[in-house]
T-cell receptor
Framework: SQQGEEDPQALSIQEGENATMNCSYKTSINNLQWYRQNSGRGLVHLIL?????REKHSGRLRVTLDTSKKSSSLLITASRAADTASYFC??????????FGKGTMLLVSP | DVKVTQSSRYLVKRTGEKVFLECVQDMDHENMFWYRQDPGLGLRLIYF???????EKGDIPEGYSVSREKKERFSLILESASTNQTSMYLC??????????FGQGTRLTVV
């Protein structure tokens, strides 16, 4: 069963703009993670935010977590064409498994 | 550099064949996973293993089995491949409460 749901399904922006993707989930979590996938490849971990954290930064990435609303957002600032990829959120409920959403396809045009 | 290696990037098999997908990790992770990824459906968990010889069904285990005889290796077996098992298969490993590391994926086509 899908736990996380990303929104929007697809996002098209120009280089230099910011990209925001949202993730909603249903049950209590231990942590929430964001991954990136280039076309036809495996997923690469971007950032992990624990349930007792509200915000986390990594380079041009900013992730927020609101456990009361069961939602998270990923902000990519100053997007580059190389950021073009699919982005997935995944929830870790503490039972070892990660449950993924369907992803957001981001297209950054030069 | 940490690594999860899947035995094949592309595989073409015939309907009814028994198919083995192999995954090896070099990080001494206790947890390993097999997901399949289909357009519009995201990643769906087939099976996972939290220790050697231990396995748990995920969301879509029908038509699949797994084997974990050694900590570093987790195999996915399609007992009798069918066309609806044409998909991208992704292996991952992780420790408890940490991020997962993924292999490069195996694109399986069953004809």
């Amino acid at each position: 069963s899908q736990q996380g749901e990303e929104d929007p399904q697809a996002l098209s922006i120009q280089e230099g703009e910011n990209a925001t993707m949202n993730c909603s989930y249903k049950t209590s979590i231990n942590n929430l993670q964001w991954y990136r996938q280039n076309s036809g490849r495996g997923l690469v971990h971007l950032i992990l935010i624990r349930s007792n954290e509200r915000e986390k930064h990594s380079g041009r990435l900013r992730v927020t977590l609101d456990t009361s609303k069961k939602s998270s957002s990923l902000l990519i600032t100053a997007s580059r064409a190389a950021d073009t990829a699919s982005y997935f959120c995944a929830t870790d409920e503490g039972y070892s498994t990660l449950t993924f959403g369907k992803g957001t396809m981001l297209l950054v045009s030069p | 550099d940490v690594k999860v290696t899947q035995s094949s990037r592309y595989l073409v098999k015939r309907t009814g064949e028994k198919v083995f997908l192999e995954c090896v990790q070099d990080m001494d992770h206790e947890n390993m996973f097999w997901y399949r990824q289909d357009p519009g459906l995201g990643l769906r968990l087939i099976y996972f293993s939290y220790d050697v010889k231990m396995k748990e069904k995920g969301d879509i285990p029908e038509g699949y089995s797994v084997s974990r005889e050694k900590k570093e290796r987790f195999s996915l077996i399609l007992e009798s491949a069918s066309t609806n098992q044409t998909s991208m298969y992704l292996c991952a490993s992780k420790r408890q409460n940490t991020e997962a590391f993924f292999g490069q994926g195996t694109r399986l086509t069953v004809v």
